[in-house]
T-cell receptor, first 113, second 115 residues
Framework: SQQGEEDPQALSIQEGENATMNCSYKTSINNLQWYRQNSGRGLVHLILIRSNEREKHSGRLRVTLDTSKKSSSLLITASRAADTASYFCATNIQGGANSKLTFGKGITLSVRP | DGGITQSPKYLFRKEGQNVTLSCEQNLNHDAMYWYRQDPGQGLRLIYYSQIVNDFQKGDIAEGYSVSREKKESFPLTVTSAQKNPTAFYLC??????????????FGAGTRLSVL
């Protein structure tokens, strides 16, 4: 498996429900980031959590990080149809080139109106 | 209007032809990156550059070449040696400063197909 692996690969929920997406990684990190990609477009940064942080919030987004389990979760509360997109976790590895990120394969989220 | 501009949006390559994808940024970022995205594969790093006149190979550099003569520009050439070039190519940039978080900002992508 690669450095960042998201779970599940695909998620379909009803509008208004919460969406939880998970990411696991293998080596120690400086930080972990979540990005969003609408179909056929570039990625957009959502949130960054440092290795010494456990939880961060941004609007309807909540990210947690458990470095002992090498895992992170992204929670989107009160989902909207406009949240339909692919979501990627990316890790900045400790000891690696400072600016390099390693991306997972992504989670496809579908929010039904 | 700050950001990253990739051109063209769509590109077609004939057999044996080299093609160049353009990436320009006006964010004053030191670092720039090229990724390849195939369906279900996520993003794979082709090349990256953390400073002008210097660049490093990523995970899948074979069949590609880059240059970084200006801070604002990081063109990617897909050579004839790349036998399976059909993919979505994404350029990104970020600050590069040890100890500072490196959020990457992406262009809208170039979709390359083989004729």
């Amino acid at each position: 498996s690669q450095q960042g692996e998201e779970d599940p690969q695909a998620l379909s929920i009803q509008e208004g429900e919460n969406a939880t997406m998970n990411c696991s990684y293998k080596t120690s990190i400086n930080n972990l980031q979540w990005y969003r990609q609408n179909s056929g477009r570039g990625l957009v940064h959502l949130i960054l959590i440092r290795s010494n942080e456990r939880e961060k919030h941004s609007g309807r987004l909540r990210v947690t990080l458990d470095t002992s389990k090498k895992s992170s979760s992204l929670l989107i509360t009160a989902s909207r149809a406009a949240d339909t997109a692919s979501y990627f976790c990316a890790t900045n590895i400790q000891g690696g080139a400072n600016s390099k990120l390693t991306f997972g394969k992504g989670i496809t989220l579908s929010v039904r109106p | 209007d700050g950001g990253i501009t990739q051109s063209p949006k769509y590109l077609f390559r004939k057999e044996g032809q080299n093609v160049t994808l353009s990436c320009e940024q006006n964010l004053n970022h030191d670092a720039m990156y090229w990724y390849r995205q195939d369906p279900g594969q996520g993003l794979r790093l082709i090349y990256y550059s953390q400073i002008v006149n210097d660049f490093q190979k990523g995970d899948i550099a074979e069949g590609y070449s880059v240059s970084r003569e200006k801070k604002e520009s990081f063109p990617l050439t897909v050579t004839s040696a790349q036998k399976n070039p059909t993919a979505f190519y994404l350029c990104a940039s970020s600050t590069y400063d040890r100890g500072v978080q490196n959020i990457q900002y992406f262009g809208a992508g170039t979709r390359l197909s083989v004729l």
